[in-house]
């Protein structure tokens, strides 16, 4: 059983969680509140006693602009993103971060003693999600990241 923190909110979690998803009427659903959803946009997979971090992601016309699976990036519409893990040289690393070509930070999973914390800025279709320490938004005013 692994831990994990986003926003405000500490949950328990099996071999998966999920950050953020899709129900089935289309509608945005925060992880951890709830059944799982049925397209899940954000998720870590917990395993060898690390996280992986997963994502897919896409723009406002539904085309995918991010795929990440077990911290590889596997579809980034125009290189847009890249992944730095730390230590690079340790399989589960300890963190994981993706940024943008501005070198802004779209997501960011690490470990924290036990327990692994999740933070956020990043899009999916119409909706902005920004997920820090002091809680987590859907289409915010500015980014807190």
């Given at each position: 059983?692994?831990?994990?923190?986003?926003?405000?909110?500490?949950f328990?979690?099996?071999?998966?969680?999920?950050?953020?998803?899709?129900?089935?009427?289309?509608?945005?659903?925060?992880?951890?509140?709830?059944?799982?959803?049925?397209?899940?946009l954000?998720?870590?997979?917990?395993?060898?006693?690390?996280?992986?971090l997963?994502?897919?992601?896409?723009?406002?016309?539904?085309?995918?602009?991010?795929?990440?699976?077990?911290?590889?990036?596997?579809?980034?519409?125009?290189?847009?993103?890249?992944?730095?893990?730390?230590?690079?040289?340790?399989?589960?690393?300890?963190?994981?971060?993706?940024?943008?070509?501005?070198?802004?930070?779209?997501?960011?999973?690490?470990?924290?003693?036990?327990?692994?914390?999740?933070?956020?800025?990043?899009?999916h279709?119409?909706?902005?999600?920004?997920?820090?320490?002091?809680?987590?938004a859907?289409?915010?005013a500015?980014?807190?990241?």
């Amino acid at each position: 059983m692994a831990t994990i923190r986003f926003g405000s909110n500490t949950f328990s979690a099996g071999n998966d969680f999920t950050i953020v998803g899709v129900d089935e009427g289309g509608n945005l659903i925060i992880g951890g509140f709830g059944p799982p959803p049925k397209r899940p946009l954000v998720w870590v997979h917990f395993s060898q006693g690390g996280a992986f971090l997963n994502a897919d992601l896409s723009d406002v016309d539904g085309e995918t602009v991010l795929q990440i699976k077990d911290n590889v990036i596997t579809h980034n519409k125009n290189n847009v993103y890249s992944v730095q893990q730390f230590p690079d040289n340790q399989i589960p690393p300890d963190r994981v971060v993706v940024v943008n070509q501005y070198g802004e930070t779209a997501l960011d999973l690490r470990r924290e003693g036990t327990i692994w914390d999740f933070n956020g800025d990043f899009y999916h279709g119409s909706w902005h999600i920004v997920a820090t320490p002091e809680g987590t938004a859907i289409n915010p005013a500015s980014s807190r990241v």
